[in-house]
């Protein structure tokens, strides 16, 4: 049996999904030319000219939601004496001086690049992410990722974000900070509760089956 996502989690996803669509309307009037200059001066040491980053500790952001990524930046500000929900070092330094403007026209930038595709390496290992991926893990009630990021990892715009092409070492690190609870900012625990019964190998596994997806 696949495991099903409770109701009450699914109300509380559409009313964010709802929530998220004003969000999206805001970021249609980004000038994406002017967030393309901030790329061009500070973001293209580590992410790339158009959002493919070349090293794997660093994500691709290229072709992701407008929504989620304007999330993402404000996530790594900390904010009315609260540590930021999302505690991250370098983006912390990064975000510190963009202004809600800024954040806005970044977003609109990587949303319209297209990610380059990537290959999966380890056939066995794909084998395992691709069935954890589709169905989930029914005895331990892991649900399908499928049912938030799509089948092909495409991602629902503009909340649940495109996971598709990513670098497998970003997305297992993601996954384990999840579990670990040091990366909070998942709407109504979303992800931590995923991840917290996944094992290291299948957390890999995922990862790696992730980023060959297309
Ligand atoms: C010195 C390297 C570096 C620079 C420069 C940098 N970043 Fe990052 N960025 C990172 C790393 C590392 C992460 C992963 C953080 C984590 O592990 O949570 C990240 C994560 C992100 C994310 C989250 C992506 C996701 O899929 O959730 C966004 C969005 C982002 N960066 C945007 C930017 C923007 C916009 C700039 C320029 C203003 C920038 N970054 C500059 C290293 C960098
Ligand atoms: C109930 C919906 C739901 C399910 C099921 C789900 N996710 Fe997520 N996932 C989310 C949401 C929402 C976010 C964005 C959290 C945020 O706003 O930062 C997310 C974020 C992520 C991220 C971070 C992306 C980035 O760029 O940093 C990864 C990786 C991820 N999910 C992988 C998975 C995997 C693998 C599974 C299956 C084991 C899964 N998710 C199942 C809702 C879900």
Request: glycine share 8%; proline share 6%; charged share 20%.
């Amino acid at each position: 049996m696949t495991p099903r996502w409770p109701a009450t989690v699914i109300a509380v996803a559409a009313s964010i999904l709802a929530a998220s669509l004003a969000f999206a309307q805001g970021a249609a009037k980004a000038d994406a030319a002017k967030g393309q200059s901030i790329v061009a001066q500070v973001c293209v040491a580590c992410h790339g000219n158009d959002g493919n980053s070349p090293l794997a500790a660093n994500p691709v952001l290229a072709g992701q939601y407008a929504g989620y990524t304007l999330k993402q930046l404000g996530n790594f500000k900390a904010q009315d004496g609260k540590p930021a929900e999302r505690p991250n070092a370098i983006m912390a330094g990064m975000v510190a001086s963009l202004s809600a403007e800024d954040m806005r026209n970044l977003a609109a930038y990587f949303e319209a690049q297209k990610p380059a595709p990537r290959a999966a390496r380890d056939p066995q290992l794909v084998k395992l992410g691709q069935s954890i991926y589709r169905g989930g893990i029914a005895e331990r009630g892991v649900a399908a990722c499928t049912a938030c990021h799509g089948p092909t990892g495409a991602g629902i715009p503009a909340q649940f974000p495109r996971l598709a092409g990513q670098h497998a070492e970003y997305t297992a690190a993601q996954l384990k900070a999840f579990r670990s609870g040091e990366r909070r900012n998942d709407p109504a625990r979303m992800m931590r509760s995923v991840t917290e019964r996944l094992t290291d190998r299948e957390i890999a596994a995922l990862a790696d089956y992730i980023s060959g997806l297309r």
